[in-house]
């Protein structure tokens, strides 16, 4: 069946910078889309969703951005902390999908 | 109020005996949902239930695995016959409805870890 997937399954990044991580859909009737942390040895948590009819959406240091064009979401993180290394899904709650992940470590 | 309460969060079984993990939805939550995480790996769906109905099962292996959730209690993830290849970390979520809605997240428990030795 048609999935969300991740582009890169590892990211580093310093503390204080920004990150960016990436996931791409295949099913272009997706409308509705979550983005979960999930911490060692825990759950996944709901960070923060989008519908399609957005391009956009802001929480607290989190943006994601949706491209229809190109079905492709990304999850922004501003000034990341040394607690947001975590490894990060996007998912399709419709299809019940998650991607592989990608796993964020932040430098201190 | 409380999570989604998983049990055991570890479990340790011998090849060929069985596994039960349980599973209790936050309350007024009736749409449970199981999924299976190997190491390095992401969610991998296996079954979708709600109140003594199992809606999708679609990621479920066809053998040694069953699922359900009754009127009362838990839902119950069985594994019978455990494998070495079975080892993995098996989270349960819910959600107040449908995701189908378009209505929100799921909410997940701390995950139940099998090892087959």
């Known amino acids: 069946g048609e999935s969300v997937g991740l582009h890169l399954p590892t990211l580093s990044v310093q503390e204080g910078d920004n990150s960016i991580i990436n996931c791409a859909y295949s099913?272009?009737?997706?409308?509705?889309f979550i983005w979960y942390k999930q911490e060692s040895g825990k759950g996944p948590q709901f960070i923060i969703d989008?519908?399609?009819?957005?391009d956009k959406r802001q929480g607290q240091r989190v943006t994601v951005l949706l491209n229809k064009t190109v079905k492709h979401l990304s999850l922004q993180i501003a000034a990341t902390q040394p607690g947001d290394s975590a490894v990060y899904f996007c998912?399709?709650?419709?299809?019940?999908?998650f991607g592989t992940g990608t796993s964020l470590t932040v430098i201190p | 109020n409380a999570g989604v309460m998983q049990n055991p969060r570890h479990l340790v079984r011998r090849r060929g005996q069985e596994a039960r993990l349980r599973c209790s939805p936050m309350?007024?939550?009736?749409?449970v949902y199981w999924y299976r995480q190997l190491p390095e790996e992401g969610l991998k769906f296996m079954v979708y239930?709600?109140?003594?109905?199992?809606?999708?099962e679609s990621g479920m292996p066809k053998e040694r695995f069953s699922a359900e959730f009754p009127k009362e209690g838990p839902s119950i993830l069985r594994i019978q016959q455990v494998v070495r290849g079975d080892s993995a970390a098996y989270f349960c979520?819910?959600?107040?409805?449908?995701?189908?809605?378009?209505?929100?997240?799921?909410?997940f428990g701390e995950g139940s870890r099998l090892t087959v030795l």
């Open positions: 998912a399709e709650p419709n299809q019940f999908y």
């Open positions: 239930l709600q109140k003594e109905n199992i809606i999708d």
């Open positions: 979520a819910s959600s107040p409805r449908t995701v189908l809605a378009n209505t929100g997240e799921l909410f």
């Open positions: 309350k007024g939550h009736s749409h």
């Open positions: 989008i519908r399609s009819n957005m």
């Open positions: 099913n272009s009737a997706s409308d509705y």
